[in-house]
């Protein structure tokens, strides 16, 4: 606009020299500084929402409290990862840390635990940091899964603990085929964002309902000196339940934020049950320290994202 408004000065002023008219000079002068005067300042605003659709960034939205929801969500991000992380790679360690028994059976399901959790922080990374899409987010969480499964198949894992292997089987394939269809946003990409979910939630369920028949299933009998491992199959569950919540919330469209809040819902319901219901947490003699931690944690995210 400002370089209108100096082309039109020149204009003005060419035709005061070819024509002697100081009243049509003046007349493009003051055009000109209407046109500066009038100028639109553009409009500041405060955590803008965009909305998202097939290919186009996630949105972001103003967080309840004091705290930017971008802002905990990625925080949230990075303790996800330093956890999972901890977690997966280090089973044994995390297990002492956390004042549990040590067993060859604890050990593979703790690292388990640890790299459903990471499936889900690769997924929450993507988004809140690297801008990526919501189907590109789910399916780089999702093709991660793939190789702790061929590991455990090429470690023969299965047979080590006595289950069945076609169900890790199962969990490659539809792990490989939705996490490709999800990264590259192919044909059945909306379907599988809101299916993938549905199928981890419905495994989650049946952890946490019946950890017992889980247990049997993984070539474990549930008696009281597998009560760990019973424990151990219920928080299982929780996980794939959070991952699930937050997984199928993105995939119906709600705020990526607003999404990660409703996903640590399951998480917090899991910590309130074993440490103040069923009373495990004590059962087992775990730290209560981190565990107050953890609560007091999921508390803050799904205060600050999911209101």
Known sequence: MRLLSIVTILCGTAAVSAGGRATGASTFVMKSKLAVNDTPRPIQQKDVAV?????????????????????????????TILNSAMISLAPAKTLEMYGLDKTPLTEYMTEWIGHISTSQAITQWSLYFNGNTVNTAMGAGTLYLVIFTIKSLLNDMPGQFGFSAVGQYVFLIINAFCGHQLLYNKKYAP??????????????????????????KWGVEGAEP?????????????????????????????????????????????MVLTNFVSKEIGTFGMDSNQQWFWLLLKMFVVGSLAV
């Open 226 to 270: 597998d009560a760990l491992v019973t424990y151990e199959m219920k928080q299982t569950g929780f996980v794939l339940a959070t991952k699930a919540v937050y997984l199928l919330s993105l995939g119906c469209g709600v705020d990526t934020t607003k999404a990660l809040g409703y996903g640590n819902i399951p998480a917090l319901i899991g």
């Open 191 to 216: 379907e599988i964002s809101k299916f993938y979910p549905v199928w981890g939630l419905l495994n989650a369920v049946s952890f946490i309902v019946a950890p017992e028949t889980m247990g049997k």
């Open 51 to 79: 909305e998202e659709t097939s290919g186009t960034v996630p949105s972001v939205r103003g967080g309840a409290g004091p705290f930017k929801s971008s802002a905990v969500a990625k925080f949230a991000t990075i303790i």
